[in-house]
T-cell receptor
Framework: EPEVTQTPSHQVTQMGQEVILRCVPI?????FYWYRQILGQKVEFLVS????????KSEIFDDQFSVERPDGSNFTLKIRSTKLEDSAMYFC?????????????????FGPGTRLTVL | AQKVTQAQTEISVVEKEDVTLDCVYE???????LFWYKQPPSGELVFLIR??????QNEISGRYSWNFQKSTSSFNFTITASQVVDSAVYFC???????????????FGQGTELSVKP
């Protein structure tokens, strides 16, 4: 069964450093998302991405964040200058809406997450 | 604005008890989707169910059942005969009318931590 993969599973970085979190969405999916979950809290939407551009972003997704689909398979989240409060689990998700009989069914498939620790 | 409330922060039951997790949502849209996800201690998000706003039929899947009531904006989740393996954090989520080019972000509730003791 196809699945969303994320690398690395755990990333430790120093405050102020840049990090890139990588995701490989399910092939032929067209919509991609990043969410984050601070330890012990709820899952929060960061950004959605379609047709090579951001379709929606939350207040959390400020200028320190960027997303990119550098090739046909990867979807990346970059944090330019990490802060302590960026420590969280980051989940990537993809959505196959627009294809197949349930083309408008919004089912997001989540990756296993990357735990980011900023020291 | 859309909002999901899971008022129960933690629930503790003894194995074989039935337990209901509450979820109340707010939305201005008439078309929306509701979801339940399970997050075991390992951290991944496991999809359990999706329900669209036009389908108010209750659903049963094994020991799991869901009660969707639009009149009270609730989408409650019941586990029958709970087991230790059910111990996890359960999240209810809402996606408003899916708009082409936006893809329908998920809005999650705060989660309910279920602890099932042997």
């Amino acid at each position: 069964e196809p699945e969303v993969t994320q690398t690395p599973s755990h990333q430790v970085t120093q405050m102020g450093q840049e990090v890139i979190l990588r995701c490989v969405p399910i092939s032929n999916h067209l919509y991609f998302y990043w969410y984050r979950q601070i330890l012990g809290q709820k899952v929060e939407f960061l950004v959605s991405f379609y047709n090579n551009e951001i379709s929606e972003k939350s207040e959390i997704f400020d200028d320190q964040f960027s997303v990119e689909r550098p090739d046909g398979s990867n979807f990346t989240l970059k944090i330019r200058s990490t802060k302590l409060e960026d420590s969280a689990m980051y989940f990537c998700a993809s959505n196959g809406a627009g294809q197949g009989p349930n083309s408008y069914y919004n089912e997001q498939f989540f990756g296993p997450g990357t735990r980011l620790t900023v020291l | 604005a859309q909002k999901v409330t899971q008022a129960q922060t933690e629930i503790s039951v003894v194995e074989k008890e039935d337990v209901t997790l509450d979820c109340v949502y707010e939305t201005r849209d008439t078309t929306y989707y509701l979801f339940w996800y399970k997050q075991p201690p390992s951290g991944e998000l496991v999809f359990l169910i999706r329900r669209n706003s036009f389908d108010e039929q209750n659903e049963i899947s094994g020991r799991y059942s869901w009660n969707f009531q639009k009149s009270t904006s609730s989408f409650n989740f019941t586990i029958t005969a709970s087991q230790v393996v059910d111990s996890a954090v359960y999240f209810c989520a809402l996606s408003e009318n899916w708009i082409y080019n936006q893809g329908g972000k998920l809005i999650f509730g705060q989660g309910t931590e279920l602890s099932v003791k042997p």
